[in-house]
């Protein structure tokens, strides 16, 4: 059974740090590209990172640019997105995302690229 399972959120005060983690079972994990995506009630879910399934390419919107890092563990099928400086913008519930890659360096960032979802993890951010 294919699960992505996130954790790590929860409320925080503006400026302050969080950090994200989804664990991977079910498919082999360093065949594919992990993404990051968020959505407030009401809007789109958006994208917010991914990284490659060599863990060598990261990608990042640019509103998280220089405040969130995504890293990977292959050894362990687990990704980290770490956050540092949140905002009240920041505040949304984050999902992580598979998407299988032939190629070591790929990106996607679109949601129907993304073969298995986890159920998501609240962060608030609070001003």
């Known amino acids: 059974e294919v699960q992505l399972v996130e954790s790590g959120g929860g409320l925080v005060q503006a400026g302050g740090s969080l950090r994200l983690s989804c664990a991977a079972s079910g498919f082999t994990f360093d065949d594919y590209t992990i993404g990051w995506f968020r959505q407030v009630p009401g809007k789109e879910r958006e994208e917010v990172s991914c990284?490659?399934?060599?863990?060598?390419?990261?990608y990042y919107t640019d509103s998280v640019k220089g405040r969130f890092t995504f890293s990977r563990d292959n050894s362990e099928n687990t990704v980290y997105l770490q956050m540092v400086n949140l905002k009240p913008e920041d505040t949304a519930v984050y999902f992580c995302?598979?998407?299988?890659?032939?190629?070591?360096?790929?990106?996607?960032?679109?949601?129907?690229?993304?073969?298995?979802w986890g159920q998501g993890t609240q962060v608030t951010v609070s001003s």
């Open positions: 990284i490659s399934s060599s863990g060598h390419y990261t």
């Open positions: 995302a598979a998407a299988e890659s032939e190629y070591g360096s790929s990106w996607f960032h679109l949601q129907y690229e993304y073969d298995f």
